[in-house]
């Protein structure tokens, strides 16, 4: 029998996996073969650890908690448009330089485009 701390890191795992869309705590209970009694323990410390957030959802007339990852791990598309990775500047680009990221305008309009676009990924969770 897996001991509580692994149930708890596998099911920390299959929240953040289930990424924006979440999982519904009785499909997560059932990838871990937990009891709905252990797995509610779990959801609710992962909870209290500010880890996860759970959001009640009605489901086939019954209330259940739909669970959600507070973070996520970046992932390489959220920098593949990032102007320094094709700047030609690259090399020479250092902050105690004339070229500069404190002083980019390309790097300056990315960051307001992220900020403008994806609100939350700068902390506004
Ligand atoms: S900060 Fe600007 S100048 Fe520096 S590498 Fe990035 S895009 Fe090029």
């Known amino acids: 029998m897996p001991k509580p701390n692994d149930l708890e890191q596998k099911a920390l795992q299959l ?3 289930s990424g924006h869309e979440g999982i519904l705590q009785s499909e997560l209970w059932h990838k871990l073969g937990a ?3 252990e797995g ?3 959801a609710i410390k992962l909870e209290n650890k500010g880890l996860i957030r759970r959001e009640k959802e009605l489901q086939n007339g019954r209330w259940t908690y739909r669970l959600f990852p507070k973070r996520l791990p970046a992932s390489m598309d959220s920098i593949a448009d990032c102007p320094c990775l094709m700047c030609p500047d690259n090399s020479r680009c250092d902050p105690s330089n ?3 990221p404190q002083t ?3 790097l300056t309009d ?3 485009t992220i ?3 994806y609100p939350k990924a700068l902390g506004d969770s």
Do not use: T
Request: with cysteine.
């Open 15 to 17: 929240i953040v996996n």
């Open 35 to 37: 009891s709905s009694r």
């Open 40 to 42: 509610s323990r779990i």
């Open 98 to 100: 004339v070229i500069s």
């Open 104 to 106: 980019c305008e390309k």
């Open 110 to 112: 990315w960051l307001f």
């Open 115 to 117: 900020a403008k676009n």
